[in-house]
């Protein structure tokens, strides 16, 4: 199991910006580069859901309610996969987490995002 850390949340306006960051500071190189990712996010009482996800080639793929907002990436060599966030809606707060698409590791603590006016 490979430790994953989110970080980057906070509280915005409507229509705000956020960047993400997720980490994998134990893992080596060789370990994450090859890994599928994602980034979810999960209301309380609710199913965690996925919202974007990057392959080890760099493929891109994001549910539809976050197309043209959200944009996801990564640098493998900081072993790290970033979501920037753009024109948040209140549809938006939730904790987002990030994790291994096809092998999930232990889910990390999330980062909150709360949108409010």
């Known amino acids: 199991q490979v430790r994953l850390v989110e970080s980057g949340g906070g509280l915005v306006q409507p229509g705000g910006s956020l960047r993400l960051s997720c980490t994998a500071p134990?893992?080596?190189?060789?370990?994450?580069?090859?890994?599928?990712m994602g980034w979810y996010r999960q209301l309380p009482g609710k199913q965690r859901e996925v919202v974007a996800t990057?392959?080890?080639?760099?493929?891109?793929d994001y549910t539809d309610s976050v197309k043209g907002r959200f944009a996801i990436s990564r640098n493998n060599y900081r072993k790290t996969v970033y979501l920037q966030m753009k024109n948040l809606t209140p549809e938006d707060p939730a904790v987002y987490y990030c994790?291994?698409?096809?092998?999930?590791?232990?889910w990390g603590r999330g980062t909150q995002v709360t949108v409010s006016s």
């Open positions: 134990r893992a080596i190189f060789s370990v994450f580069a090859p890994w599928d």
């Open positions: 990057i392959t080890s080639s760099g493929r891109t």
């Open positions: 994790n291994n698409i096809a092998t999930p590791q232990d």
